[in-house]
């Protein structure tokens, strides 16, 4: 692999492919889009099937790494790239934690049980989900509102509409005052089924938390890196050693490095595709 293979290009991004898209859509059929009272945002011209293809089909859980570091900003890119990961109602409930003391480190491969993916991988991000953070990351929804005036509907959502979904109560009690309610109105119309209790709300932040590790990973490979998701860790130990606060869930560690030529120690094995899909 070579030095340029793994660096972060400022080449045509999606988001420069989508503000071109933006500039000549104004010229091409006329219309102003500044001039929309909705905000408008059209799908890129470009379509990245067979590149994306590629970094799928290519990404595998790699056991054993090379001594090669991750370059820093190959890092932080692939870090970026998760948190662009969907979050229900955008409250990106993730934190990841990229361990790199090394007395942590060696702390954190125990607590992986000091399985080879943890002992020889070159970076080890431990990504967490949080079920109680979701008043700030409110609060930031509205204080960080990218254009100059905020929509009252989104200003709303995140005073009002995000407490009355997520805040459940002491012990849950409003949550399962929800619940009850919800049973019996959702008799009669369509309604969400919470999240109302505090395993509803693991579930809840483990979903989105779960997609931005994909994207982490996919990042990995996508920079001729690799990686390795384990759950085969000791939570308790991983939550001790990082000091997490009560409502932090582990998802899982990532180990990532690049890919020992002997690192990956199975062929694929998946399943053909009526196994999985439905068409109903
Ligand atoms: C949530 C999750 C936890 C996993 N935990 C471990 C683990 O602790 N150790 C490990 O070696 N692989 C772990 N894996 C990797 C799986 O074994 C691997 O994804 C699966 O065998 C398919 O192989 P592939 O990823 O190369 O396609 C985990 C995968 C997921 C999604």
Not at 68 to 90: F, G
Not at 241 to 265: F, H, Q, T
Request: with cysteine; proline share 6%.
């Amino acid at each position: 692999m070579s030095e340029i293979d793994s660096k972060v290009e400022p080449q045509s991004s999606f988001l420069e492919d989508l503000k071109e898209t933006l500039r000549r859509g104004k010229t091409i059929d006329g219309y102003d889009y500044n001039v929309k009272k909705r905000y408008y945002e059209p799908a890129p011209e470009s379509s990245y099937g067979e590149e994306f293809r590629q970094v799928v089909e290519s990404r595998r859980s790699v056991r054993k790494f090379t001594d090669r570091k991750i370059p820093k900003d190959v890092l932080d890119a692939c870090l970026d790239l998760a948190l662009l990961a969907p979050s229900s109602c955008n409250l990106q409930p993730w934190e990841f934690h990229v361990v790199q003391s090394p007395e942590k480190k060696q702390k954190l491969v125990e607590a992986c049980m000091s399985q080879n993916a943890a002992t020889t991988a070159a970076e080890l991000i431990v990504v967490v989900a949080r079920t109680k953070n979701w008043p700030e990351i409110a609060k930031l929804n509205i204080d960080q509102w990218p254009q100059e005036k905020i929509p009252k509907h989104w200003k709303d959502f995140y005073t009002k509409g995000v407490k009355f979904t997520y805040w459940q109560g002491p012990l849950h009690s409003i949550g399962a005052i929800k619940k009850a309610v919800t049973s019996v109105a959702g008799l009669f119309r369509p309604m969400p089924r919470g999240p109302f209790t505090k395993s509803d709300m693991r579930v809840w932040a483990i979903k989105s938390v779960a997609l931005a590790a994909e994207n982490l990973m996919l990042a990995f490979r996508a920079y001729g890196f690799d990686s390795c998701p384990m759950e085969g860790m000791d939570e308790n130990r991983v939550r001790k050693l990082l000091d997490l606060p009560r409502d932090a869930e582990v998802v899982m560690v990532v180990g990532a490095g690049e890919r020992a030529k002997d690192g990956v120690y199975f062929p694929r094995v998946k399943f053909d595709r009526k196994n999985f899909v439905r068409y109903v």
